[in-house]
């Protein structure tokens, strides 16, 4: 399994922008991996904000009324929808898969970071300006 991360860019605070995650690679499907997406932004740890896990979704309280995941099957691709971008929005945005659906729901519900076992994608860069 192979993830490429993209849709980084430069924003002004309360801009929007939308993330796509492209999840390639035999043997990958939504019913089996949850598929969350994670921000590391200067000087601090990863810490997760938003996941997919079997149709169901999960924040970070500091984004949950602002980014909304989803996903598209045919295209095996997992979006984050960002809206009211603010400058501690700032980061460098990773996407990951792993069939660790609880440890991956827990990393991003109480945003911290997860280290167990995830395939990673090349992050994507955020900047919001204010």
């Known amino acids: 399994v192979q993830l490429q991360a993209s849709g980084g860019g430069l924003v002004q605070t309360g801009g929007s922008l939308r993330l796509t995650c492209t999840v390639s690679?035999?043997?990958?499907?939504?019913?089996?991996?949850?598929v969350g997406w994670f921000r590391q932004a200067p000087g601090k740890r990863r810490e997760g904000i938003a996941c997919i896990s079997n149709g169901a979704n999960f924040y970070e309280y500091s984004v949950k009324d602002r980014f909304t995941i989803s996903n598209d099957n045919a295209k095996n691709a997992v979006y984050l929808q960002m809206n009211n971008l603010k400058s501690d929005d700032t980061a460098v945005y990773y996407c990951?898969?792993?069939?660790?659906?609880?440890?991956?729901?827990?990393?991003?519900?109480?945003?911290?970071?997860?280290?167990?076992?995830?395939?990673w994608g090349k992050g994507t860069l955020v900047t919001v300006s204010s």
């Open positions: 690679g035999s043997g990958f499907n939504f019913d089996d991996y949850t």
């Open positions: 990951a898969a792993g069939r660790d659906a609880l440890g991956i729901m827990a990393a991003v519900v109480s945003g911290t970071t997860y280290e167990a076992d995830a395939t």
